[in-house]
């Protein structure tokens, strides 16, 4: 199976700004969330990339993306994140897709980048895979969650059985159980996707006959139709939207870069003044 496209989601009405924003990268530029995701996607080896949007937003998104060669397409109201994916579908027309959400950046170590590495599972499996990492049950009401077993003989991969959309604890308990992790631990998705052409058959059916459903609801139904992985990542996703997500993005990015021993310095240093500011404890009279 060779991915040859990618599609990234970036037309949430909540979120649409995300993309827009900057950060130093490892290598020590300035970037857009949006330029880091394309290089992202560039590194897997895939060379037609669309990005889901708001009308209005093209101008914005391709000063952004700085790379002529990406694509913009209109998301035309705003009708959730399995109709913007929708919105792709003349793009990727029957070609399995690489697919990102454009409000995340991953980081990860020691030179692995995980659409690559999430590429390169699904070229060799020739099936939809999607990325996901070992999540506590704490934050489960954020994430997209699987159950499944591991795939024998193969390492990080597992077959899926079914999808739940930000499932309790007690329903994650009860239906997705993974063996080998650990107690409390769930495989959430990552934010990254390797989709076959039957996902949009399926979701086309449903937006045909007027249902709303999640792109979770989907993938649940894919399992059910082709084979379907999930590859365990070893990096580690930000939400650039949530609460400090963007910090918190950065600060992963700078200790994973050129910059780490200088940033790490800085670091210490503010934490340093913080102490040395405090008022003394009772016990330091």
């Given at each position: 199976?060779?991915?040859?496209?990618a599609?990234?989601t970036a037309?949430?009405?909540?979120?649409?700004?995300?993309?827009?924003?900057?950060?130093?990268?490892?290598?020590?530029?300035?970037k857009?969330?949006?330029r880091?995701?394309?290089d992202e996607?560039?590194?897997?080896g895939?060379?037609?990339i669309a990005v889901?949007?708001?009308?209005?937003d093209?101008?914005?998104?391709?000063?952004?993306?700085?790379?002529?060669?990406?694509?913009f397409?209109?998301q035309v109201?705003?009708?959730?994140?399995?109709?913007?994916?929708?919105?792709?579908?003349?793009?990727?027309?029957d070609?399995?897709?690489?697919h990102?959400?454009?409000d995340?950046?991953?980081?990860?170590?020691?030179?692995?980048?995980?659409?690559r590495d999430?590429?390169?599972?699904?070229?060799?499996?020739?099936?939809?895979v999607s990325?996901?990492?070992?999540?506590?049950?704490t934050?489960l009401?954020?994430?997209g969650t699987i159950?499944g077993?591991p795939?024998?003989g193969?390492?990080n991969?597992?077959?899926i059985e079914?999808?739940?959309?930000?499932?309790?604890?007690?329903?994650a308990?009860?239906n997705?159980i993974?063996?080998?992790?650990?107690?409390?631990?769930?495989?959430c998705?990552?934010?990254?996707h390797v989709?076959?052409p039957?996902?949009?058959?399926i979701?086309?059916t449903?937006?045909?006959?007027g249902?709303?459903?999640t792109?979770?609801?989907?993938?649940?139904?894919?399992?059910g139709?082709?084979?379907?992985l999930?590859?365990?990542?070893?990096g580690?996703?930000?939400d650039?939207?949530?609460?400090?997500?963007?910090?918190?993005?950065?600060?992963?990015l700078?200790?994973?870069?050129?910059?780490?021993d200088g940033?790490l310095?800085?670091?210490l240093?503010i934490?340093?003044?913080?102490?040395?500011d405090?008022?003394?404890s009772?016990?330091?009279?």
């Amino acid at each position: 199976m060779k991915i040859s496209k990618a599609v990234v989601t970036a037309a949430a009405p909540n979120q649409r700004t995300l993309p827009l924003q900057s950060v130093i990268d490892r290598d020590g530029s300035e970037k857009t969330v949006l330029r880091i995701i394309i290089d992202e996607i560039r590194r897997a080896g895939i060379d037609q990339i669309a990005v889901v949007i708001s009308p209005g937003d093209e101008s914005a998104y391709a000063q952004a993306a700085g790379d002529p060669s990406v694509r913009f397409l209109q998301q035309v109201k705003p009708a959730g994140y399995a109709d913007a994916l929708y919105s792709a579908r003349p793009f990727t027309a029957d070609d399995p897709f690489l697919h990102l959400v454009g409000d995340h950046l991953y980081v990860s170590s020691n030179g692995v980048y995980s659409a690559r590495d999430l590429v390169r599972a699904a070229t060799e499996e020739g099936c939809a895979v999607s990325a996901v990492v070992p999540t506590r049950e704490t934050l489960l009401p954020l994430y997209g969650t699987i159950g499944g077993q591991p795939l024998h003989g193969k390492q990080n991969l597992y077959r899926i059985e079914r999808v739940v959309e930000k499932p309790t604890p007690t329903e994650a308990e009860q239906n997705l159980i993974v063996s080998g992790l650990r107690v409390g631990h769930y495989l959430c998705f990552f934010g990254m996707h390797v989709l076959t052409p039957t996902f949009f058959e399926i979701l086309g059916t449903h937006q045909e006959a007027g249902r709303k459903v999640t792109v979770s609801e989907v993938l649940s139904e894919l399992a059910g139709h082709e084979q379907y992985l999930a590859f365990e990542q070893t990096g580690r996703r930000y939400d650039v939207g949530a609460k400090y997500g963007l910090f918190q993005a950065q600060l992963a990015l700078a200790m994973n870069g050129r910059d780490r021993d200088g940033v790490l310095a800085q670091l210490l240093e503010i934490i340093a003044l913080q102490k040395s500011d405090m008022p003394a404890s009772p016990l330091e009279h």
